[in-house]
């Protein structure tokens, strides 16, 4: 089941779905696996500009029982050379954080929708050198930016069709 897809939409009972399926940038798509359990779902992100252009992410999303008052747990399912996620899915973006000393991390009046566009911002104006979560990426960027980018364009030739 895909959000947008229609009157068969899972999302008639729960609001906060239904808001993030009003919601989506244009450069994503929310993918129900199962229709009955609409705490979890896959998003996939298309960037239509910056380094990562052409590729197609995905990302599992669960959310917890104790939800809203601890953030949605997400993890990129996608090969990615990446400053801000790992090779292995793990993301660094402030928000998915339950605690974060700048005060950006989870709160329980964030909603589904911020997760979907923060994530979707990993491509474009959140992409962080400066506090990287692959370290080894962020300074390969810094080291060689035209390197940089021809890996990023190998691993979505690679894993990102």
């Given at each position: 089941?895909?959000?947008?897809?229609?009157p068969a939409s899972p999302v008639s009972g729960c609001p906060e779905v239904a808001e993030l399926?009003?919601?989506?940038p244009c450069?994503?798509?929310?993918?129900?696996?199962?229709?009955?359990?609409?705490?979890c779902f896959q998003l996939t992100v298309t960037p239509d500009e910056g380094y990562y252009q052409g590729g197609k992410?995905?990302?599992?999303t669960e959310?917890?029982?104790?939800?809203?008052?601890?953030?949605?747990?997400?993890?990129?399912?996608?090969?990615?050379?990446?400053?801000?996620?790992?090779?292995?899915?793990e993301i660094c973006l402030s928000l998915l954080r339950e605690?974060?000393?700048?005060?950006?991390?989870?709160?329980?009046?964030?909603?589904?929708?911020?997760?979907?566009?923060?994530?979707?911002?990993?491509?474009?104006d959140l992409l962080n050198f400066d506090d990287p979560l692959n370290i080894?990426?962020?300074e390969h960027h810094l080291r060689d930016k035209e390197?940089?980018?021809?890996?990023?364009?190998?691993?979505i030739k690679r894993y990102a069709r």
């Open positions: 089941m895909v959000l947008g897809a229609g399926e009003a919601n989506l450069t994503c798509k929310v993918h129900f696996p199962d229709p009955n359990k609409l705490h992410f995905q990302f599992e959310v917890p029982d104790a939800y809203n008052m601890v953030p949605p747990k997400v993890k990129c399912l996608t090969r990615i050379w990446h400053p801000n996620i790992t090779e292995t899915g605690h974060s000393i700048d005060g950006t991390g989870w709160a329980p009046t964030r909603t589904l929708k911020d997760v979907v566009w923060g994530l979707n911002s990993l491509f474009t080894e990426a962020a390197d940089f980018r021809n890996k990023v364009e190998d691993y």
